[in-house]
C-alpha cells in the first residue's frame, strides 16, 4: 500500500514539474516583448525561451538575453499597444545566424516580395537569383552563376552611390548587414529599408 502512494506520488510531482516547465516556456519563437525596467524598445523572441533565459533582438539595443530569474519580460501585442507598421519591424526585428544567402532571400522576399534584397558579405553586397537579373537590367552589372546554379552579381561596400541611385530610380531594396565579421558563426540583420512610394 505504501508503495502504490509514493508511485502516486512520484507521477503527480513529475506532472507538477511538466507543469511548471510548460508554463515557463512563455516566450515563443517571434513573440514580441519589452523589458519592464529598461527602454530596449521592442523585441521579437529568437527562439523558444528556456526556463532560466530568453533571448531576442530589441530595436535599440540588438540581441540580448535576459536572465528570467532578475526580469520578466511584458509580451507585447503590436497591433492594439504600439500601432505601427509591423511590415519593418517584421523584417528588421531578426537576426540570421549562418544561415544561407538563398534563405536569407527567401525569407525576406516572403515579406517584401517587390524589393531588391541586397545582401552584405565581407567587403562587397551581393544580389541573388531575380534580383540579380533585375541588377544586370538597371545597371548593365555582369550575372554569374554559383554551384548551385544561383544568379549572382554585386559591388563593393565603398560604392555607396548604388543606394543613392536605387532611390532616385524609385526602386524598392532591402539591405542586409554583416553585424558580425566572424569566419564562424555570422550574423546578419536588416539595416535598411527603403519602400518607393
Keep these: 500500500m505504501s508503495l ?3 508511485n502516486n506520488t512520484c507521477i503527480a510531482l513529475s506532472l507538477l514539474n511538466l507543469a511548471i516547465a510548460l508554463t515557463n516556456k512563455k516566450y515563443i519563437k517571434d513573440t514580441f516583448i519589452k523589458h519592464p525596467k ?3 524598445g521592442v523585441g521579437r523572441v529568437v527562439s523558444d525561451s528556456t526556463t532560466e533565459s530568453v533571448t531576442a533582438v530589441f530595436e535599440k539595443v540588438g540581441l ?3 536572465h528570467l530569474s532578475y526580469v520578466e519580460p511584458l509580451i507585447v501585442d503590436y497591433d492594439s499597444e504600439i500601432g505601427r507598421s509591423k511590415f519593418n519591424d517584421l523584417i528588421k526585428l531578426r537576426i540570421y545566424f549562418n544561415d544561407s544567402f538563398e534563405d536569407i532571400y527567401r525569407d525576406i522576399k516572403s515579406k517584401a516580395p517587390n524589393h531588391l ?3 552584405e558579405n565581407g567587403t562587397y553586397y551581393e544580389v541573388i537569383n531575380d534580383d540579380a537579373e ?3 537590367e538597371i545597371y548593365g552589372w555582369k550575372v554569374y552563376s554559383r554551384a548551385n546554379n544561383q544568379a549572382l552579381t554585386g559591388f563593393p561596400i565603398g560604392s555607396k552611390n548604388v543606394f543613392y541611385n536605387l532611390e532616385e530610380k524609385r526602386i524598392s531594396y532591402v539591405l542586409v548587414s554583416q553585424v558580425s565579421h ?3 558563426n555570422i550574423e546578419r540583420q536588416v539595416d535598411r529599408i527603403f519602400t518607393a512610394s
Aim: with cysteine.
Design 182 to 184: 566572424k569566419t564562424k
Design 38 to 40: 529598461v527602454d530596449w
Design 4 to 6: 502504490l502512494i509514493f
Design 117 to 119: 534584397i541586397i545582401i
Design 64 to 66: 540580448k538575453t535576459i
Design 134 to 136: 533585375k541588377c544586370r
